[in-house]
């Protein structure tokens, strides 16, 4: 019996290294075949000719415009920027998340619908 699994098992392995070697051969011919393509005459036309288009393409003259003054409302608005992320960056700095904040506000909201008398 275990002569007949071990020719089992010796015709799969040889089925497979004709398939792993099947499967080398292809890719070494598709990799000879893709060069002879691009190394063609036409395939290096071609990729030079995609090469300058692009070139062209990228290399346009474009215009100069002198950029435009910045008025009062811009520079009001860049400085309130920066003001509001330093606020933002020392609120999270002393309270450390969203959550922790939520939490204090929520403390502070119920402590403030409490009547007077219960508040000591």
Known sequence: MTMHIDDEIHELE???AQRRHAVEYLAHATKQRAI???VSPVGLLSAAGVGLLATLGLTRRHHYTA????GKGGRIAGIASVLASVAFAMLRAQFGSPAQMAQLVLSKFQKFRQPAHRRA
């Not at 950029?67 to 910045?70: D, F, G, I, L, R």
């Open 36 to 38: 002879k393509a691009v």
């Open 67 to 70: 950029p435009k003054a910045v």
């Open 14 to 16: 040889q089925r497979i």
